[in-house]
């Protein structure tokens, strides 16, 4: 099973602030199938990008994936009060599917 | 409008059975992957398994192989996840959730199941 680690556990940023998540993989996986998920309180995690870096339907531009291999990065480049939320990688390549442990983005 | 909506929450004791659905509507039931995710309280997201409701394809996670049944009916554009003997440890929200060419895009709004004496 393909382990996803997430860094950090949590990160304290202020509105307007730049957001770097990253999340590393115990084994190659192919761009193709990674995906980043938003999951407010209470909610059902929102897909956010999928293939490492194309956003999903809706999603703001502010929002960007990349990375290859076994390191991959979700960038908020201008924090807004409603991204404040946990974020999840997900490796959809193999089975089973796996996902990272989550990265809590709260306000300073 | 792609709509997933999930059977409502429950309350079982330890040893009894149960069965959650989550029923699809506004798109062709049948050719997208329906995976059941769990997430325990205050914790991450598990992926269980998914079926394909076109001829029923299932793969399980090996962690919960044994534990739980997928299954669907397309007739009624409805999927399934089954326990035959719970225990406390079940205790979660279980979320389905659709998959075609992309990941899981479209979610169920989850459903409490809680395992208590």
């Known amino acids: 099973e393909i382990v996803l680690t997430q860094s950090p556990g949590t990160l304290s940023l202020s509105p307007g602030e730049r957001a770097t998540l990253s999340c590393r993989a115990s084994q190659s996986v192919s761009s193709t199938y990674l995906a980043w998920y938003q999951q407010k309180p209470g909610q059902a995690p929102r897909l956010l990008i999928y293939g490492a870096s194309s956003r999903a339907t809706g999603i703001p531009d502010r929002f960007s994936g990349s990375g290859s291999g076994t390191d991959f990065t979700l960038t908020i480049s201008r924090l807004e009060p409603e991204d404040f939320a946990v974020y999840y990688c997900q490796q959809y390549a193999n089975s089973p599917q796996t996902f990272g442990q989550g990265t809590k983005v709260e306000i300073k | 409008e792609v709509q997933l909506v999930q059977s409502g929450a429950e309350v079982k004791k330890p040893g009894e059975s149960l069965k959650i659905s989550c029923k699809g509507s506004?798109?062709?039931?049948?050719?997208?992957?329906i995976a059941w995710v769990r997430q325990m309280p205050g914790k991450g997201l598990e992926w269980m398994g998914i079926i394909y409701p076109s001829d029923s394809d299932t793969t399980y996670n090996p962690s919960f192989q044994g534990q739980v049944t997928i299954s669907a009916d397309k007739s009624i554009s409805t999927a399934y996840l089954q326990w035959i003997n719970l225990k406390a440890s079940d205790t979660a929200i279980y979320y389905c959730?659709?998959?075609?060419?992309?990941?899981?895009?479209?979610w169920g709004q989850g459903t409490l199941v809680t395992v208590s004496s």
């Open positions: 506004g798109y062709s039931f049948s050719n997208y992957w």
């Open positions: 959730a659709r998959s075609g060419g992309l990941p899981f895009d479209y």
